[in-house]
């Protein structure tokens, strides 16, 4: 779901200008040039209004050949679908916070006790309890980590939520449910692999094209961090379709959420959820013949205020494999409005018919999803 960025007669209300200003720091750079990338174009590019568009009769907001309503690409209603069916059943759980396994309690037995950010002591200590402190757990590494949940950082505020965390077994006493556990395991595996195809489509006049298609595809970046997978996501444009471009993604190797999530405020950036994102309402339907178990969103829609009295809209869906919470389709509609004065003339979010449809769906992943018709494909 990537932009590109190399279009012609792009607006000025589309300059590099839009970066936020101030922000310091390896991470935030990073994070601003992916929200300034987005705000420049949605997955492809367009040229975008022209700012003496105004002048030109104001458009309906329904045009007919916009798939507003339209589900994502290879995506089925479950009551469309014939029943969600079983997922395949697994050795281990992914580790998962929102108390689907019966939760066990550890009691801790030290005086003092290291809580850490992750399994092993290589992590950071985020806390600290002592003896008789107790809390929950939904399972144990095959290190002997136990994850708990949830605690207070030490230099958490009141505001910030509380955070899961892990303790050596050695320092714990677990009760009787602990045994029923079954071990955590990784969601994804290291070396992560999964491809998705872009379609995109304009509909204005102004378009440098009218259709075009892209890969989006994955690499593992680097392994040596023993809590963030990172990988970036490289997006491969047809020729002269499209500009190039790479996007770094750092993963939870257990919980299979994101270091930033939402860090852009558009949700169509949103790759990696977690686990059990929602519950199933919906089978993806992949070209092998496969079919997923997936949660969609409702409607979702964000804008970005841009110069001139430009503001971007964006409306759509996003369809998550409920097991892992990776994304394996979406689909979303662009837009641009207008509010201000023009030659004499008053505009208060005038829509002049310009729009750009996204459509991304899954191809092929090495990650196990939530498969419910596994010999299909066979």
């Known amino acids: 779901m990537n932009n590109a960025e190399g279009f012609a007669n792009r607006s000025d209300h589309f300059l590099l200008t839009r970066m936020w200003s101030g922000v310091a720091g390896r991470i935030k750079t990073c994070l601003t040039c992916v929200f300034v990338c987005l705000c420049l174009s949605g997955l492809a590019a367009c040229v975008p209004i022209p700012a003496e568009d105004p002048n030109l009769a104001v458009a309906q ?47 801790i037995k030290r005086p003092r006790a290291n809580i850490r950010s992750g399994p092993s002591i290589d992590f950071q200590v985020v806390s600290r309890a002592v003896e008789g402190d107790t809390f929950t757990t939904t399972g ?53 692999a999964a491809s998705w195809n872009v379609q995109y489509e304009c509909g204005s006049r102004r378009c440098a094209v009218n259709e075009c298609a892209a890969v989006s595809r994955t690499e593992i970046h680097s392994n040596r961090d023993l809590r963030w997978l990172e990988i970036n996501r490289i997006v491969t444009w047809e020729e002269a379709c499209g500009e190039d ?3 770094p993604h750092q993963i939870d190797r257990l919980e299979g959420t994101e270091r930033y999530p939402n860090s852009t405020g558009l949700f169509f950036f949103n ?85 750009e449809i996204y459509k991304v769906k899954l191809d092929q992943t090495n990650a196990l999803l939530a498969i419910v018709n596994a010999r299909a494909a066979e």
């Open 61 to 107: 907001a329904t045009v007919e050949t916009e798939e507003e309503k339209a589900l994502p690409p290879g995506i089925v209603p479950l009551e469309q679908g014939g029943g969600a069916g079983r997922s395949p059943e697994t050795e281990g759980v992914e580790a998962d916070p929102d108390g689907s396994v019966e939760p066990a309690i550890l009691t």
């Open 271 to 355: 790759y990696w959820l977690g686990p059990r994102p929602g519950i199933a309402n919906a089978l993806f339907h992949l070209d092998t013949g496969e079919e997923i178990e997936v949660w969609c969103s409702d409607e979702q829609e964000a804008e970005v205020a841009e110069e001139s009295g430009w503001t971007t809209v964006y409306i759509g869906l996003t369809c998550h494999d409920v097991r892992t919470g990776m994304l394996v389709s979406m689909q979303y509609t662009k837009r641009w409005f207008f509010t201000g004065e023009f030659e004499g003339d008053r505009y208060d979010r005038a829509y002049f018919g310009d729009f």
């Open 140 to 192: 144990r590494t095959d290190g002997g980590w136990w994850r708990i949940c949830c605690i207070d950082g030490e230099d958490d505020t009141e505001v910030e939520a509380p955070q899961t965390a892990w303790i050596s077994q050695i320092v714990v006493t677990p009760d009787e449910n602990a045994e029923t556990l079954p071990p955590l395991i990784p969601l994804f595996p290291e070396d992560l």
């Open 245 to 247: 471009s790479t996007w």
